[in-house]
């Protein structure tokens, strides 16, 4: 039984025994049995909110989903200056996780860099790129294939698996430079808000 639940045992009218002699018996001090709990009904917008004003953040930690593998080829940026304005000239992947209860899941998407839409995806409990292969075989059988695709330096998309389904399929690699990847789809998607996912599930 718990020490709170003892301190609720206790009888302040009890006609034989003390409060004293009572926090004796059930092994607790007399300090639990009249400690008065001050607690605060608040919700978790607002712990979020007066955290950010006051730059505090919980420390917790999150798997990376774009760490390079030392042995994978990495290959050049194909887009810099190339303006995508059809779908199927480029298309783009990327890795992200999903926290669970128990560890995450991670989640790759296949999209059209022009028209932002969703060709497919999976989900995986592990980093293997075997769920990335996956997703690539199902958006070319679905939409045929582009032109380029381009990722970031992940492990996963680098790996040989990945890469020799694209060459296999004529289909010119180009890999983003470390840090940006991110911030570009992080871009695209405020730009674009109203996306049409092509997908079924």
């Known amino acids: 039984m718990?020490?709170?639940?003892?301190?609720?045992?206790?009888?302040?009218?009890?006609?034989?025994?003390?409060?004293?002699?009572?926090?004796?018996?059930?092994?607790?001090?007399?300090?639990?049995y009249y400690y008065d709990p001050?607690?605060?009904?608040?919700?978790?917008?607002?712990?979020?909110?007066?955290?950010?004003?006051?730059?505090?953040?919980?420390i917790y930690q999150t798997p990376r989903t774009s760490k390079p593998h030392p042995e994978h080829k990495i290959y050049p940026y194909l887009l810099r200056n190339v303006s995508i304005t059809?779908?199927?000239h480029a298309w783009c992947?990327?890795?992200?996780?999903?926290?669970?209860?128990?560890g995450f899941l991670f989640l790759v998407a296949i999209m059209d860099w022009a028209s932002r839409s969703v060709l497919a995806w999976r989900l995986s409990n592990s980093m293997?790129?075997?769920?990335?292969?996956?997703?690539?075989?199902?958006?070319?059988?679905?939409?045929?294939?582009?032109?380029?695709?381009?990722?970031?330096?992940?492990?996963?998309?680098?790996?040989?698996?990945?890469?020799?389904m694209l060459q296999d399929h004529g289909i010119a690699i180009s890999m983003d430079g470390k840090g940006r990847y991110g911030q570009r789809l992080h871009r695209a998607?405020?730009?674009?808000?109203?996306?049409?996912?092509?997908v079924s599930v």
Do not use: W
């Not at 302040?12 to 092994?27: A, T, Y």
């Not at 001050?38 to 919980?58: D, F």
């Open 38 to 58: 001050q607690g605060y009904n608040i919700g978790r917008k607002r712990i979020r909110r007066l955290m950010r004003k006051m730059g505090i953040s919980a």
């Open 189 to 198: 998607a405020v730009a674009l808000p109203q996306v049409r996912v092509r």
């Open 2 to 32: 718990s020490h709170g639940r003892r301190a609720e045992k206790v009888d302040p009218k009890h006609s034989e025994l003390s409060i004293v002699r009572q926090c004796e018996l059930l092994m607790i001090s007399r300090s639990l």
């Open 86 to 88: 059809r779908p199927d």
């Open 128 to 164: 293997d790129p075997s769920f990335c292969v996956e997703a690539l075989e199902e958006a070319i059988a679905r939409y045929g294939k582009p032109e380029i695709f381009n990722t970031d330096q992940g492990s996963q998309l680098t790996s040989y698996e990945f890469t020799r």
């Open 93 to 102: 992947a990327d890795i992200t996780y999903i926290p669970m209860r128990r």
